[in-house]
């Protein structure tokens, strides 16, 4: 059956400096390696037409469906902390919009899809396999973990080999967003001093994600809430996006840009994976103060448009932003206390989990192992001496008999802890064997991962497993 996507490209009817219209680059022979049935169901895309020879060379971009207007976003930047005034999708091509079965607006973006406008000099504006495989993996397990993010709707490898460190076999990713605009993006206009194209890209965001909202303000206010919310579920689950730069940050609060991203094995907050991060910028702990400042660089580009005197404008920015540190605070502490069982708050159960993680740093436990192993009561085992864990225990118990019935108790930990994460040696280990033509450990690591609140089958059981020395990854690379 023919391919057929209902497109509706609102973001292409805003004026032409906002991106560059143009088509993908043809790859030599598109495979089809993953394929996201479930979310091509929830779109209302045929998966049997996807994985038609007409299909694949849509999602290889050697084909351009019907309705869709091909282009790649401009936008801007904060890199490590210094200012790119252009970036811009240098190997990603935003496909269209279309509605989805809910009645959501949904971003199809090709990633991977050859050199645009935007390209680095000397770019080939492809992908190598193994970034688009991680992000698939990744993406998916992430909200399979009920964290908002992209989404990865299909990879095909496209016989073609990329040049990075090494010569790697090349791949597309097809990612799906509530849209691809990032803090970078109002920094592209702002920089420049053009204050109708913020004016105009602020009402397109406001009708698209938060309709609720009231002006630019309004806008500011509801970004900061979501992604608050957003750093805190990372923190709850161990993950270290490893380059929060400003165009990383999506305005719609979705993780965006799965590159030198990881899960911590040993919880230890200063975790750093990215082998970019020479300073460790974005280390897990600092995760939230770095969101503070992406968030500062979001309301300085909306300054023109909150009021005319610069001075007042100001002043109710960083109002706004002045409520973010209670913001996090709030939802770090609701996450943690689901994660220790917790459902009704009390003045010290911040000191309570802080406690816990102390003991976890000194006894290199199990991050997320720990956590889940409440609900079976065998945390303990995680420590490299138990007794650090009983000392603690004594007083949760304690702090439990104030809280609700105790019978209810493990289902709660389960629901908040999960039993599998993608662990990045599992995760590596899958790629390996996908750029070795075998893909049933990624589609093994990947089914499992869509049920990570339940227990594993004895036959996944592996794949829970911490890594032993030998396997540990201590450093992730992007996948430019």
């Known amino acids: ?234 923190m709850g689950v161990g993950f270290i996006h490893g380059v929060m730069n400003t165009d990383n940050t999506s305005i719609s609060g979705e993780t965006i840009d799965y590159g030198p991203c990881a899960f911590m094995d040993s919880y230890h907050p200063a975790t750093v994976y990215s082998s970019i991060d020479h300073q460790g910028r974005y280390a897990y702990q600092n995760q939230p103060d770095i969101l503070a400042w992406n968030l500062a660089q979001f309301a300085t580009s909306l300054l023109p448009l909150i009021d005319p005197d610069q001075e007042a404008a100001i002043t109710a920015a960083q109002a706004a932003m002045e409520r973010y540190p209670a913001l996090v605070r709030r939802h770090w502490s609701a996450v943690f206390r689901a994660k220790i069982g917790l459902v009704t708050e009390q003045p010290g159960d911040d000191a309570l989990i802080g406690d816990l993680l102390a003991r976890m740093v000194e006894d290199q436990a199990d991050f997320t192992n720990t956590f889940r192993a409440l609900a079976a009561g065998t945390p303990r085992d995680e420590f490299l001496d138990p007794a650090a864990f009983d000392a603690w225990e004594a007083d949760w118990r304690k702090r439990l008999e104030q809280d609700t019935a105790p019978d209810r108790l493990q289902a709660r930990l389960r629901a908040a802890n999960p039993a599998i994460i993608p662990r990045n040696h599992r995760v590596e280990q899958a790629i390996d064997a996908a750029t070795q033509g075998d893909m049933a450990p990624a589609a093994r690591l990947v089914a499992a991962l869509s049920r990570p609140f339940e227990d594993l089958a004895e036959a996944d059981a592996d794949l829970a497993r911490p890594p032993t020395e030998t396997e540990r990854v201590h450093r992730t690379f992007c996948g430019t």
């Not at 609102?10 to 790859?27: D, I, T």
């Not at 992908?127 to 998916?140: C, D, H, K, T």
């Not at 109002?186 to 994600?209: N, S």
Request: charged share 20%; no cysteine; aromatic share 6%.
């Open 1 to 234: 059956m023919p391919l057929e996507i209902p497109f509706d490209n609102s973001y292409a009817r805003l004026p032409e400096r906002f991106y560059v219209r143009q088509p993908p680059v043809p790859v030599r022979a598109p495979e089809l390696l993953l394929l996201n049935r479930g979310l091509a169901a929830e779109l209302g895309i045929s998966s049997d037409a996807l994985q038609s020879p007409e299909g694949v060379q849509v999602l290889a971009g050697n084909a351009v469906p019907s309705g869709s207007d091909p282009l790649a976003q401009a936008y801007a930047g904060h890199q490590f902390g210094g200012f790119s005034p252009v970036l811009g999708d240098g190997r990603a091509l935003l496909l269209g919009e279309m509605v989805d079965s809910q009645g959501r607006r949904r971003d199809i973006q090709l990633k991977g899809s050859g050199p645009t406008a935007f390209s680095r000099p000397g770019s080939d504006g492809r992908s190598p396999l193994g970034p688009a495989i991680r992000e698939f993996i990744v993406s998916e397990a992430m909200h399979a973990l009920g964290i908002p993010s992209t989404r990865s709707l299909a990879v095909v490898a496209t016989g073609e080999r990329v040049r990075r460190v090494e010569i790697e076999p090349g791949g597309v990713l097809t990612r799906i967003a509530s849209s691809h605009i990032r803090v970078g993006t109002f920094q592209f206009f702002a920089a420049r001093g053009d204050a109708e194209a913020v004016r105009l890209l602020a009402q397109h965001v406001i009708a698209r994600h938060y309709p609720e909202a009231d002006g630019p303000l309004g806008l500011l206010d509801a970004v900061i809430a979501r992604q608050a919310r957003l750093v805190a579920q990372w």
